[in-house]
């Protein structure tokens, strides 16, 4: 191993704060890996977490990979270094299984560079008695884990934290070989083992039938978390390197229940579980005691915690700073506002979506331009000098003038803003984050096609020119091309897993490996699904019916969308 990457990797241990560090005598392994770099990995909640759950078990060890930096990966090579696990530095082939947490859809490609890296097969077939179990958590593992179904023994589908501790006691009471301990796990709720589904396509391409084997279930059902209030969702290991390490993170809760009919977190985590006040309360508690300063509130609508008041008092009697990474426009409170500017926050951030109100309710997300001026007024009462919004182009029943309105919505926001607080002091900065849609499984536009990376870079060039005049405005975006390899990759079936071994062989590359792909790209992203067809992911049960999707994605591209209350109806 280099002793250049050693260093480091101690280095990076020791400005860490709740390392766990075990002794591997007669203790059941697990390589936790984030396949991102370890700035990126380390403010995952969920990734950190896990790496708790199952330390906290008395017969195992768990120790946490990361994909390694660029100049890292060539000091490998140069080496001949593999990836080994921060607390021993011991290699991935070291450890009786390896979990990938995977958050990203673009991660997929440095999961197999790092299997590769690591000289285990990246496909499941193909591997042996000794190499390691491969299995994969995450966001990505119960929306569609299909494009990496051939390089997985297992994938865990759903909230992991009861889930884990039943995987290792399956392994503890019942592994004598791969194969055998495999079946037994297809049997367990919330287990997926790819091999034991058989995947036949139609001479058209469509996906026929997938069909279970040896007695796997024939639908996978999602794993839910009972009790919120049964574990606590914390910041494990805190590090300076981290994007939130300067606080402590905590998660009010699961799911959140507006409904927006593009975003996949509000589907596949009903039904919204909240977290009570005294749970909360007593881990806000323990991090004062800590010596924590300021804690980060996670969710994915914190702002819509039905106990926001109690809790932002809880906040202050223990003597924190308050942060929130997003918040509504139409559940804004002074009260809330006023938390966040004693916190020392700089800048509030809010997701408008869309430009025009038409649009924000086909997509049901039912913000006035009305909240907006409030919250920017709101941001101004408070002193709080810059505001940051979200917004998406490429929805579907978008059209150009739906674009133009996202720069004259951020003239109109900046007349408000600019006006001088109680302080006498100007605005700062807006800021225009765009992204780009992606069509999503289990959402109701997972039948809507990819709006294609050149029609989103001239609308990009729309939104940049239209702002050009202003002088505190600044816009942000990804790279158009970037958001179609996600579409790729999050409506793919196991045949993209072809481009995916491509793209890890060219060492990332996924460009050229798109070019050489003999698959149709296509095919998955730009091309408007019936609702007749069956979809890859259609063998899992996350908890959303389709045909209430149907109906969703029907009312979308009604000629007048309808009003939020109607949106709700029924479901």
Known sequence: MSWKLKRKAQAVLAEEQGTVRKDWGGKISVALVYPNTYAVGMSNLGFQTIYRHLNAIPDVVCERVFLPDPEDLDEMRRSQSVPFSLESLRTLTDFHMVGFSVTYEGDYINVLRLLGLAGIPLRAAGRQPHDPLVLMGGVCAFSNPEPMAPFMDFVVVGEGEELVVELIAAYRDGYRDRESF????????????????????????????????????GIVTKRRLRNVNAFETVAAVKTPQAEYGHMALLEVGKGCGRGCRFCLEGQVYRPVRHRSVDALRETVAQMAKSGEKRVGLVGACVSDYPWIGDLLKIVEENGLELSISSLRADSLTPDLVAALARGGHRTLTMAPEAGTERLRRAIRKPITDEHLTTACDLV???????????????????????????????????????????????????????SSFVPKPWTPFQWAPFDGAASLQTKLEIIKHGVRSFSNVRVLHENPREAALQALLARGDRRVGEFLELAASYDGDWRRALREWDGDSDFYTTRRRSLEEWLPWDHFDVGVKKVGLAREWERAQAEDAVTPVAAGAGR
């Open 380 to 434: 101004r009462a408070h002193g709080i000098p810059n505001l940051k919004t979200y917004f998406m182009i490429g929805q579907p029943t978008e059209t150009m003038e739906d674009i133009e309105a996202i720069p004259e919505l951020a003239g109109r926001m900046l007349d408000r803003l600019r006006v001088l607080d109680p302080s006498g002091r100007p605005f700062g900065r807006l800021t225009l984050s765009i």
């Open 182 to 217: 495999l079946a037994a796990l297809a049997a367990l709720d919330g287990v997926y083992v790819p091999a034991r589904y058989e995947v036949t396509h139609g001479a058209d391409g469509m996906l026929a039938r997938v069909r279970a084997l040896d007695g796997a279930p």
